[in-house]
């Protein structure tokens, strides 16, 4: 157990699991020595590495053939490693090191990774990288998903920066016209302050005074257009995640592409506009042309998810009032359910539920036709439309998760050994659980598997027992006096 958890899960190293014994009593049953410890975790990794390989085995054998996502990224620890996820069940297909990271490097690692399950890669979610491109296209005939993020990253690079830059400046002319607008005052104040007053005709005060507040309020005016800019970006940014779903997520219908499109060029158009009222530098009018060529490949990846969703719909051979009630409510809601749980805000998830229950509530009442078909027709209807919800995958933050993951294990040890990268993907994969008490494996296979704890230890040995600690012999001091 507690080389699982201290040395697997959390991260940390053997000499930890030796101080533990040490400090609660039982290296007196247990031998704490290094050496032998590190044996043990040897024997755990290897041990739970083929467990897990056993199992997904076994597993493999009774699944049914499924058309699945695959979300790829690379890491480096230097070395690079390839990390490939099925989103939907948080799967880790591929997690190796490799010499580099060519297209025909990720193919060739993705097909050993996948050999003996019945699955077909679809569609494949990443950065615009040409290798993972031609990889997923090329050589997987598959569609590629460009990842969301990195547009938003990219208009986020385009305008953070310079708009944050405007703002101080005009928060620090504010407050030097703030501060000229004082000193006229103070000066006005402490002239008619003098008894008796000087000869001759008094300072223009109030030109003075007149021309500060001016001054002040231009720059007022300024740092509102500078905090307003900065806002509209932040906006346009939080509408490109809004808009990229194939469903509205205020009224649950479908978002056609040409719709999406349109609202996509009103998005740019509004930056462009910005950019010229901020008088963005190139560098920044760059980053802003490269997030609106994704516009492209993100309308594809919605084209590519109508037309498979039509396919697998119309495989159902239903009633023309059934397959609308599918199309138009079944696959929305669940659709919307998803993305509820992805929402941080507590008001955006209640209402997603509820704009969810409302779609759902008409298809749940016991007139309506669904309900007069058999249970078994009804939950391969329902399990078509979540496959079907499940289908858009449009960010592969599962596998930039994964990396921040193990760059923590990696910064602990240096280096990760292939012996414990396999085991920390064994532990991801059927060991980690969710809430709902499901493994990675679970959710992937479809069924139940052995705790794969119980598997490990019995195929690791018991720890061995403590050696017998011989007194060591005084140290003489060096100068001590030798006896004639």
């Not at 880790?92 to 060739?108: G, H, K, M, S």
């Not at 396919?311 to 929305?332: H, K, M, N, Y």
């Not at 036709?369 to 009804?378: E, G, I, T, Y």
Request: hydrophobic share 45%; aromatic share 6%.
């Amino acid at each position: 157990v507690m080389h699982l958890i201290i040395t697997l899960r959390a991260g940390a190293g053997v000499r930890l699991v030796c101080e533990f014994l040490e400090l609660s009593g039982l290296s007196a049953v247990v031998g704490a020595a290094y050496g032998s410890q590190y044996a043990l975790t040897v024997q755990v990794q290897d041990a739970v590495a083929q467990q897990a390989q056993a199992q997904r085995s076994i597993l493999a054998a009774a699944m049914p053939p499924r058309a699945v996502t695959v979300c790829e990224d690379e890491t480096f620890h230097p070395e690079i490693c390839l990390v490939a996820i099925e989103p939907v069940s948080n799967f880790i297909l591929l997690e190796q090191y490799a010499p580099d990271r060519t297209a025909a490097t990720w193919t060739q690692a993705l097909a050993t990774a996948v050999e003996g399950l019945p699955v077909t890669v679809i569609q494949g979610t990443s950065d615009e990288a040409k290798a993972l491109r031609r990889h997923v296209v090329k050589d997987l005939g598959a569609q590629h998903a460009s990842d969301l993020f990195h547009g938003q990253h990219e208009v986020s690079q385009a305008t953070s920066l310079h708009l944050a830059r405007q703002v101080r400046q005009a928060t620090t002319a504010v407050a030097a016209a703030q501060q000229a607008v004082d000193a006229a005052q103070d000066a006005r104040r402490a002239y008619e302050a003098q008894i008796p007053r000087p000869r001759g005709r008094p300072p223009a005060f109030t030109a003075r005074l007149d021309a500060a507040r001016t001054d002040l309020i231009r720059a007022e005016r300024a740092q509102t257009e500078a905090h307003a800019r900065q806002a509209q970006a932040r906006e346009q940014i939080r509408e490109l995640g809004n808009l990229y779903h194939p469903y509205d997520l205020v009224r649950g219908g479908a978002q056609a592409v040409a719709y999406v499109a349109a609202r996509c060029a009103e998005v740019w158009a509004r930056l462009a506009h910005l950019a010229d009222a901020a008088d963005l530098p190139a560098r920044a009018r760059e980053h802003l042309a490269k997030a609106q060529r994704l516009t492209v490949p993100w309308l594809a990846t919605l084209a590519f998810f109508w037309a498979t969703v039509q396919i697998r719909v119309d495989a159902l051979d239903l009633a023309p009032d059934l397959e609308q009630a599918v199309l138009t409510q079944l696959i929305p809601a669940l659709y919307l359910q998803r993305v509820a749980g992805r929402r941080t805000q507590a008001a955006d998830r209640q209402r997603l539920m509820a704009l969810s229950a409302s779609l759902l509530e008409p298809l749940r009442q016991p007139t309506h036709p669904l309900q007069a078909l058999a249970p078994a027709r009804r939950a391969h209807i329902e399990a078509t439309a979540t496959g079907c919800a499940d289908l858009f995958q449009r960010s592969s933050s599962c596998v930039e998760g994964r990396n921040g993951h193990l760059s923590l294990y990696h910064h602990g040890s240096h280096r990760l050994s292939d012996r414990k990268l396999a085991a920390l993907t064994a532990l991801h994969n059927y060991y980690v659980r969710r809430p709902d008490g499901t493994t990675a494996a679970e959710r992937f296979f479809g069924r139940a598997h052995p705790t794969l704890f119980e598997q490990v230890l019995a195929h690791v040995d018991l720890p061995p027992p403590p050696r017998r600690k011989r007194p060591r012999p005084l140290k003489r001091p060096a100068l001590a006096l030798v006896a004639a």
